[in-house]
């Protein structure tokens, strides 16, 4: 049974960083892509980043080009998101998600909450 297990949020000042992990387990990952998305409290679910299974290609929502990066080790089977120059607006449930053609597998989900 495929699991995601999310873990790294937490508060955070404004302009401060935060690390997000997601550990996958119970499936073959290599061929999947990996993302991240966020939910923020009274709004719908967003994309925020995404890397190809070759790590050759990643993918950003605009509003955080260039403060976050993701990145995956596929030894592990862990994605990562970088988040820096953090912003209220960034506060959400931020989920991991896996998947070939969609993705398939969704973590429960870690709170970031960054204070102004």
């Known amino acids: 049974q495929v699991q995601l297990v999310e873990s790294g949020g937490g508060l955070v000042q404004a302009g401060g960083s935060l690390r997000l992990s997601c550990k996958a387990s119970g499936g073959t990952f290599s061929r999947a892509h990996m993302a991240w998305f966020r939910q923020a409290p009274g709004k719908e679910r967003e994309f925020v980043a995404a890397?190809?299974?070759?790590?050759?290609?990643?993918n950003y929502a605009d509003s955080v080009k260039g403060r976050f990066t993701i990145s995956r080790d596929n030894a592990k089977n862990t994605v990562n998101l970088e988040m820096n120059s953090l912003k209220p607006e960034d506060t959400a449930v931020y989920y991991c998600?896996?998947?070939?053609?969609?993705?398939?597998?969704w973590g429960q989900g870690t709170q970031v909450t960054v204070s102004s």
């Open positions: 998600a896996v998947g070939r053609l969609t993705y398939d597998w």
């Open positions: 890397v190809s299974w070759s790590i050759s290609n990643t």
